[in-house]
């Protein structure tokens, strides 16, 4: 692969999603559909003793409604392994849950069907508020090395601070949908997934059939974010609704009812001590980090660590976490789902140490350089965080900036503040079996394991093939996250460009080969496909499979039949660490009467390795300090201490960012590949996008006003 | 320009005839078109409609009938009778700008507008702005720009767009931005959406 910087090219499906053409899932036209609705359960914990379905089958065009004796319940799974999250069942967990589906012949009789089912309960007591913990602390071992406690004990300068990180929402823009089709025996299910491959095996199970019978199909998610991650507890009661009426079924769920029944980035406490010798480096953390969970939640505590642990070499370490367990459904992956909490709240204890040793915060990150991994001992691949931290100092126009706060000024008199904040994030990767074809028609296909949610996926897989291939772009298809094209793979933790891309160029290697084969030094004029129609042969197909670096045939196993296979997890890899990085530096604006807070401009640069699609990283990037600044200013999601649940469970009611609260982003890249991550160099991006970008904007509240706001989102009453 | 509503087919001449074969009152039979559509792909009319109503309006330049239920929204007509998809559904309270058409000229939500209330109505949707695949500019600064990524809220932004630049809210990134703000991009590609607006702007200009 040349080293050359990939051309700018256009989204590769711009051109259909500016014209509304591009489906997703909701969007697929099927005769005979017929429409679903959920009921949710209106009480926060409790027993359903008896659901009325009399009056919702007296709707006019309502043909059924299923309740928890329609659904199997789930089979056990195999040894060792949770069993999926059941159908519909009588025990209600928490609010919103779906307690029965009602099937109509329209979308307006299905509503009012669902509105027409009367459900009684047996109520239970609940707690929902993270304060309200009806049980003890649930610890679970993290990372530790070193002496935290005695390096702490001879450190000179000390700090000391609990930060909050509050519970969210992903609120994609594309509702959650499921169409479930049966036909001639096989289910096929359109949703808008990340994880076709989980989904397909959950569904079988619940289904208690092959897995081999069910096709899952998302070629296009209206974002993910990690909401689709895990397979939502509506769609095997969709499939099971289709399988007992034997026509197609469509439910799109209320964005009130996705609240509830989406996963969410818990509620966490994070309580830092920071230490530094006399020369002002940092010798001690301590790191103990709260969650919210659910009662039976898996999602760790322990993975709050990942970052802080490696980011600066702090050779002594105390790692601790634990889990207060509530009554909510399950929280799980938000985009940077661990490292942007924890990236608030250790940014900002480093931020509040630098100023206690009278440094300034970009010089002294630059001091922490580091090329060991010091959780592990390992080396650290290509660590350029101090490369981003140069270049964006100068690119924002660091130099001058007063240590003290409260004295920049913008011309209008508004208080102004300048932070920084920096951030890490796995480069991860797994296996992946690519089929490309070229005709002699013009057309290509590809197909290989990925989801395209608007990261890009499919502009970088069409970049490297058209570097590699001399094919008509124009007619180029990339078939992903469709489980009857290729074996599927969860598309999450910023490792779809890393697994995708590398396997693509593999792809096209040895479809150069082995047309150079077939020529056998023979010169024929023309591209790829003239070459193929010269020679009489209507198609060339290869097939590749890659495995990441450390991983073996079993790998490939468990991607064919469904599983995940992840190499790098936490950026750990047998011999080394592989990490991106990325440094965010944000200019605040405090309205002195109303202490409103404004964010003109942010500089953004970042090591995500090898950039293969300029103009969509770009993008990522911007987006991704979009999402840090919607969670530093506005983002919460409240629970409901009264009935259980969210209580702001809309979009008039949690505030994401608008176009309005954005100013200028500027981002920019490293672009120095890390040939020990993979083939291709590749990092990742998606998620060290919002690492530390809170950090920086609370830091530069922080310079502006000389309030230290630990607590997120950070609002106009805590600045009065 | 192609976007008023008048001439939303974008140009392409529209073959006047009348659908034979379905009664206007049929409530099982298909929708009953008035005119070459250009994009609409009906659905046949499904059983159980409450209350059906005849509705008449006329659809990125084609007139259209069609038996719709008297609760329908129009973005639930467009997207579930229709086969309009490109009109998105995000929220359906009038919260997120997704579901963005131009009625008569001028931006709607159509998850708000009873569909019974489109009798004689002009609609634009997303698949009325360009002609052919000669996109509209605005669609073209999009593409340009990147102002998308999942491309979810695309359709409801490029309507807003459209309207904003028509009616003379592009002159400044704080004018559009806040014009903008009623549409919101969970992918956060506002830079690019600004972007795309200014350019479109100028060069319409
Ligand atoms: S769907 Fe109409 S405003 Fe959100
Ligand atoms: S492009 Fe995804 S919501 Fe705007």
New interface residues.
């Given amino acids: 692969m040349s080293r050359q910087p990939f051309p700018d090219l256009a989204r590769i499906d711009a051109f259909d999603k500016v014209q509304g053409k591009t489906k997703y899932s909701s969007d697929v036209p099927f005769p005979d559909l017929l429409h679903a609705m959920t009921v949710p359960a209106t009480i926060g914990k409790g027993m359903v003793t008896s659901i009325d379905v009399e009056h919702a089958l007296a709707v006019p065009g309502v043909v059924r409604v299923l309740t928890p004796h329609d659904t199997p319940p789930p089979p056990p799974g195999p040894q060792g392994s949770p069993p999926p999250p059941p159908m519909l069942v009588h025990a209600i967990a928490y609010r919103g849950q779906p307690v029965a589906l009602v099937v109509a012949e329209t979308l307006e009789a299905a509503i009012e069907g669902a509105e027409a089912v009367r459900v009684s309960y047996a109520l239970e007591p609940f707690a929902v508020r993270f304060e309200d913990a009806d049980a003890g602390r649930e610890d679970t071992e993290s990372p530790t090395f070193g002496d935290a406690d005695a390096a702490f004990a001879t450190a000179t300068t000390r700090i000391e601070a609990i930060y909050t990180t509050t519970a969210n929402h992903h609120n994609p823009m594309e509702l959650l949908s499921t169409t479930a089709v049966w036909a001639g025996g096989r289910l096929t299910i359109y949703e808008g997934t990340q994880g076709s491959n989980g989904l397909k095996n959950t569904v079988a199970q619940l289904l208690q059939i092959d897995r081999s019978m069910v096709d899952v199909i998302s070629p296009q998610i209206g974002g993910g974010f990690g909401q689709r991650g895990e397979v939502p507890r509506h769609t095997a009661v969709v499939a099971q609704a289709a399988r007992l009426l034997r026509r197609p079924v469509k439910l799109v769920m209320p964005r009130n009812q996705i609240f509830h029944n989406s996963r969410f980035r818990p509620h966490v406490q994070h309580a830092i001590k920071l230490g530094a010798d006399a020369n002002g480096k940092m010798i001690s953390a301590h790191y103990d980090c709260l969650q919210q969970n659910s009662r039976r939640g898996r999602y760790r505590s322990d993975w709050y660590h990942a970052g802080p642990c490696k980011v600066y070499g702090i050779e002594n370490y105390r790692g601790t976490s634990g889990d207060l367990r509530l009554d909510t459904h399950g929280p799980a992956q938000m985009r940077a789902p661990y490292e942007h909490p924890s990236a608030f709240a250790f940014e900002s204890a480093v931020d509040e140490l630098a100023f206690a040793l009278g440094r300034d915060p970009v010089e002294f990150r630059l001091a922490h350089d580091t090329k060991i991994d010091a959780s592990t001992g390992k080396r650290l691949t290509s660590r350029h965080l101090n490369e981003c931290l140069t270049r964006g100092a100068e690119q924002f126009g660091w130099t001058g900036r007063p240590v003290q706060p409260g004295t920049l000024k913008a011309a209008d008199g508004t208080m102004a503040g300048w932070g920084v904040g920096a951030g890490v994030y796995q480069a991860a990767m797994h296996p992946a079996i690519a089929t490309l074809r070229v005709s002699a028609n013009g057309v290509t296909r590809y197909a290989s394991a990925g989801h395209e949610m608007g990261q890009g996926m499919r502009t970088a897989i069409a970049q490297v093939l058209i570097a590699g291939l001399r094919i008509d772009p124009a007619r180029l298809t990339i078939l992903i996250g469709d489980t009857t094209v290729a074996p599927q793979h969860s598309t999450a933790g910023s490792w779809g460009t890393a697994s995708s891309v590398p396997v693509a160029v593999a792809a096209a290697e040895k479809m150069t080969a082995a047309l150079a084969e077939l020529l056998d030094g023979r010169k024929v004029a023309g591209n790829m496909h003239e070459q193929l129609a010269r020679l009489r042969r209507p198609f060339i197909e290869i097939e590749v499979s890659m495995v990441a670096p450390g991983q073996g045939p079993e790998h490939l196993e468990r991607l064919k039949t469904g599983g995940m296979a992840i190499a790098g997890l936490h950026g750990t890899y047998p011999d080394f660490t592989a990490l991106s990085y990325i440094a965010h530096f944000v200019e605040v604006h405090v309205e002195p009467h109303t202490r409103r807070i404004r964010v003109p401009r942010v500089v953004s640069v970042a090591d995500c390795g090898r950039v293969i699609s300029p103009r969509t990283a770009r993008s990522q990037v911007q987006g991704g300090v979009v999402w840090a600044l919607g969670a530093a200013l506005r983002e919460i999601s409240e629970t409901d201490p009264r009935y259980g649940g969210w209580l702001n469970a809309d979009i008039a009611e949690y505030h994401v960012s608008v176009n309005a609260d954005i100013g200028k982003i500027d981002v920019s890249f490293i672009d120095e590949p890390d040939f020990d991550a993979n083939s291709a160099g590749v990092k990742g991006i998606g998620e060290i996008a919002m690492v530390g970008a809170a950090a920086a904007l609370a830091n530069g509240v922080f310079h502006a006003t000389g309030r230290r706001l630990r607590t997120l989102p950070i609002r106009v009453e805590h600045l009065i | 320009m192609t976007d008023s509503p008048e001439c939303a087919a974008g140009g392409i001449a529209v073959t006047r005839r009348v659908v034979l074969g379905a009664g206007a009152s049929a409530v099982a039979g298909p929708a009953l078109l008035k005119g070459h559509h250009v994009h609409a792909?009906p659905?046949?009319t499904?059983?159980?409609?409450?209350n059906p109503l005849l509705l008449s309006f006329t659809v990125n330049g084609s007139s259209l009938e069609l038996d719709i239920?008297a609760?329908?929204s129009l973005l639930?007509v467009l997207?579930?009778r229709l086969?309009l998809?490109?009109?998105?559904?995000?929220?359906?309270?009038g919260?997120?700008g997704?579901c963005t058409v131009h009625i008569d000229g001028r931006t709607r939500l159509s998850c708000l507008t009873l569909a019974a209330k489109m009798n004689g109505r002009q609609l634009t949707?997303?698949?009325g702005?360009?002609d052919g695949d000669t996109?509209h500019p605005m669609?073209?600064a999009?593409?340009?720009h990147?102002a998308?990524?999942?491309?979810?809220?695309?359709?409801g932004q490029?309507m807003s767009a459209v309207a904003c630049v028509r009616q003379g809210y592009a002159s400044s990134p704080e004018s559009?931005?806040?014009f903008?703000?009623?549409?919101?991009?969970?992918?956060?590609?506002?830079?690019?959406?600004?972007a795309a607006v200014a350019a479109a702007n100028s060069s319409e200009g």
């Fill in positions: 792909q659905v046949p499904p059983s159980g409609i409450e239920d609760r329908a639930d997207r579930e086969g998809t490109g009109t998105k559904k995000g929220c359906d309270h919260q997120c997704a949707t997303i698949e702005l360009s996109l669609q073209t999009f593409v340009d990147d998308l990524q999942c491309g979810y809220c695309t359709p490029i559009i931005r806040d903008m703000s009623g549409n919101i991009c969970r992918c956060g590609a506002y830079v690019g959406i600004v």
